[in-house]
Nanobody, 120 residues
């Protein structure tokens, strides 16, 4: 099984920064990619950013390009999300996702979520 533990959420003023971290633990063959999604009240869960663990290929939502940066530490099975120039509309629960390759196929695992609130 795969467990994901997120950290780093909290309350920040507009224009501020936060750094989220997500560490994967357990016994598994290989993580293909990890990423961050968010869900605001009354809205669908959406991709924020993801990154492949081998090549480091990244993908970002248009709304966060230029402000957020995703990185990873393959040896620690950890992904980070540096969030700068935060806006009130970034307020949401942020979820970490890992796509793991098993012999039977690729499966997604989710963390429990961490609250990010941007408010003055």
């Amino acid at each position: 099984q795969v467990q994901l533990v997120e950290s780093g959420g909290g309350l920040v003023q507009p224009g501020g920064s936060l750094r989220l971290a997500c560490a994967a633990s357990g016994t598994f063959p290989r993580i293909f990619a990890m990423g961050w999604y968010r869900q605001a009240p009354g809205k669908e869960r959406e991709l924020v950013a993801d990154i492949t663990m081998g090549r480091g290929t990244t993908d970002y939502a248009d709304s966060v390009k230029g402000r957020f940066s995703i990185s990873r530490n393959d040896a620690k099975n950890t992904v980070y999300l540096q969030m700068n120039s935060l806006k009130p509309e970034d307020t949401a629960v942020y979820y970490c996702k890992a796509a793991v390759d098993w012999s039977a196929g690729r499966y997604d695992y989710w963390g429990q979520g961490t609250q990010v609130t941007v408010s003055s």
